[in-house]
């Protein structure tokens, strides 16, 4: 190929990506981070809707049927909702079309909010929510995820990066590399996206999720300084994280610390909100963890691994 053909292409495809990443931009209305978005928000809220009754329909579920453990989630869930139509998301908030179930697993410490408002509380996190304040900074930071669209976000910067990676293979072939040093390329260039550009846009999420939602539930009512307390006994559970830099999530220190500066803020929208009744959230009793089943031998009689 001629060098004038490899610029070409080069110059095509980075000025397509160029042209696409120009397309997608929005700014968020609480921390003025500008976002990328190429997936339409109706897309996106069908695709919660599917995926939330893919999940409530799965047999391995159980939806509890106990009003000890409904009650709770839903009048926190109704404050937050009620506090997000008031919020500067309000826009979005009214058009979504509010679900919220809780699953019967003591064992699964989660809870989240897809797209188009559907959300799912497990039993396991009541632990580390201990009241309904504590679920309140939960289900504010999990609902942020689905108004500020993270979701959506994740998926365009996925979509990106593949085509950056794929136009980047295309300049490389021109490059007279051997196949060795081109793959070696290619392998050291993904790592640099996932670790440079991916797993930081993560983080950011889970940052701007836990200063907005802190908002929300003050907002509605609890106190947010329940939400600090939950991070310390999420590192007090916690056996062992990887390096921020290489998680998705911020170090549990890196949220308290965020949470302790933003609670000014917070308190100031908490003193003038209703507040609302807190009590605590009803105990578990999650079944003790078993044993992977064992791998047969291998029949070179090599020792099996678990």
């Known amino acids: 190929m001629s060098p004038w053909l490899s610029r070409c292409r080069s110059f095509f495809f980075w000025g397509l990506l160029s042209s696409v990443l120009l397309a997608g931009c929005q700014t968020n209305p609480y921390t003025h981070r500008s976002q990328f978005l190429l997936m339409p928000s109706g897309y996106m809220s069908q695709m919660g809707a599917t995926q939330y009754s893919e999940v409530l329909q799965d047999p391995k579920v159980v939806i509890s049927k106990d009003p000890r453990e409904i009650e709770p989630v839903t009048r926190v869930a109704t404050r937050i909702i009620a506090a997000a139509k008031r919020s500067k998301y309000a826009e979005v908030a009214k058009g979504f079309d509010w679900e919220v179930t809780v699953i019967k697993d003591d064992n699964t410490k989660n809870a989240w909010a897809l797209p188009g408002g559907k959300i799912a509380v497990y039993t396991g996190i009541f632990p580390m929510a201990k009241n309904e304040a504590g679920l309140a900074a939960i289900l504010g930071h999990e609902v942020?995820?689905?108004?500020?669209?993270?979701?959506?976000?994740?998926?365009?910067?996925?979509?990106?990066?593949?085509?950056?990676?794929?136009?980047?293979?295309?300049?490389?072939?021109?490059?007279?590399?051997?196949p060795e040093l081109n793959d070696l390329a290619m392998q050291a260039m993904g790592l640099g996206v996932q670790a440079g550009v991916l797993l930081p846009f993560s983080r950011k999420h889970e940052s701007e999720a836990d200063y907005v939602g802190v908002l929300l539930a003050a907002d509605a009512g609890y106190d947010p300084r329940e939400a600090i307390h939950i991070w310390e006994r999420m590192a007090a559970a916690s056996n062992g994280a990887p390096p921020e830099f290489l998680s998705t999530h911020p170090a549990h220190d890196t949220?308290?610390?965020?949470?302790?500066?933003?609670?000014?803020?917070?308190?100031?929208?908490?003193?003038?909100?209703?507040?609302?009744?807190?009590?605590?959230?009803?105990?578990?009793?999650?079944?003790?963890?078993?044993?992977?089943?064992?791998?047969?031998?291998r029949q070179n009689g090599a020792r099996f691994r678990r």
């Open 144 to 178: 942020v995820h689905a108004l500020a669209e993270h979701g959506g976000e994740r998926m365009s910067q996925g979509l990106v990066a593949q085509f950056g990676m794929t136009a980047a293979a295309i300049v490389l072939s021109t490059q007279g590399l051997s």
């Open 255 to 297: 949220r308290i610390a965020d949470l302790t500066g933003w609670m000014p803020e917070a308190m100031s929208l908490y003193e003038k909100a209703p507040k609302a009744s807190v009590v605590n959230l009803p105990p578990i009793t999650p079944s003790p963890p078993q044993p992977p089943p064992q791998s047969p031998p």
